[in-house]
């Protein structure tokens, strides 16, 4: 498997680290060694790589909704997750703006 880089300051992101963030309708993805890089690329771009996630997160109830502003997102959602260890922590945004607002709040632990 090779290994996937920071899409943003291209430094090697393992497998149990690091953010995906994905936008499964256009199969996009771009690899974040930290969050904070997800800040200045969506800013510049964002520049896409094609592809899909390798691991899927599992489909939960929240994942419906932007994690942002509470709106409702369909199949064009952007899906961030968090690689840690061996967990998977998913959520999604209904544009890369508020992925970029969110990262930008320290996301999920502020
Ligand atoms: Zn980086
Ligand atoms: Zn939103």
Known sequence: ????????????????????????????????????????????????????????PREEPALSECAHCGAAVDDTRVLAVRHRGEYRIADAFCTTDHLRAWAAAGGRWR
């Open 1 to 56: 498997m090779n290994a996937e880089r920071c899409t943003w300051c291209g430094v090697e992101v393992g497998g149990d680290e690091g953010y995906r963030v994905a936008e499964q309708a256009g199969e996009r993805l771009a690899v974040f060694c930290r969050l904070e890089h997800v800040v200045p690329w969506a800013i510049q771009g964002p520049h896409w790589e094609a592809g899909t996630l390798r691991e899927q």
